[in-house]
């Protein structure tokens, strides 16, 4: 774990820390860390990434309002090293589509940001025909 003073990047509508090299490359895990953040109290999971030459975390416009913080502002910031599985808690009717159709292994084996958003987009639905309709879509995507 480190903890460091850094002011808050704005490039845009968007807002990332600059993490410095030394702490990236001390955590021993490449380039692309996967860290859980702590910003303002607020505590969230994202990932070390290199973007125009420097190691950023992103801050999204959810974080900066729940951390209530703004791109230009300095702050303290402490990442951990997640070596946690990032897996999402898939739902019942997309876990019985998933292992009916024998692709349970397949979607295990996705990277974790697409099953992620394999489990968003069904569990986003507010009709129950609309998610059945994107289970369906879920397990042709695997089967293609």
Same mark, same amino acid.
Request: without cysteine.
């Given at each position: 774990?480190?903890?460091?003073?850094?002011?808050?990047?704005?490039?845009?509508?968007?807002?990332?820390?600059?993490?410095?090299?030394?702490?990236?490359?001390?955590?021993?895990?490449?380039?692309?860390?996967?860290?859980?953040?702590t910003l303002n109290g607020h505590t969230y999971?994202?990932?070390?990434?290199?973007?125009?030459?420097?190691?950023?975390?992103?801050?999204?416009?959810?974080?900066?309002?729940?951390?209530?913080?703004?791109?230009?502002?300095?702050?303290?910031?402490?990442?951990?090293?997640?070596?946690?599985?990032?897996?999402?808690?898939?739902? &019942?009717?997309?876990? @019985? =589509?998933?292992?009916? %159709?024998?692709?349970?292994?397949?979607? !295990? *084996? #996705?990277?974790?940001?697409?099953?992620?958003?394999?489990?968003?987009?069904?569990? &986003?639905?507010?009709? @129950? =025909?609309?998610?059945? %309709?994107?289970?369906?879509?879920?397990? !042709? *995507? #695997?089967?293609?």
């Amino acid at each position: 774990m480190v903890t460091f003073t850094t002011r808050l990047l704005q490039m845009g509508n968007n807002v990332g820390i600059e993490v410095p090299e030394d702490v990236v490359l001390g955590f021993g895990a490449g380039h692309r860390v996967p860290v859980t953040v702590t910003l303002n109290g607020h505590t969230y999971p994202s990932t070390i990434a290199t973007m125009g030459g420097r190691f950023l975390v992103p801050v999204s416009r959810a974080v900066r309002e729940a951390a209530g913080v703004a791109g230009g502002e300095d702050h303290d910031v402490t990442l951990r090293h997640d070596t946690s599985p990032r897996r999402p808690d898939l739902p &019942d009717d997309l876990a @019985a =589509a998933l292992d009916s %159709a024998g692709l349970r292994e397949a979607f !295990d *084996a #996705l990277p974790p940001g697409r099953a992620k958003e394999h489990v968003r987009t069904v569990v &986003d639905a507010k009709k @129950a =025909a609309t998610r059945a %309709a994107r289970v369906q879509k879920v397990v !042709d *995507a #695997l089967s293609g």
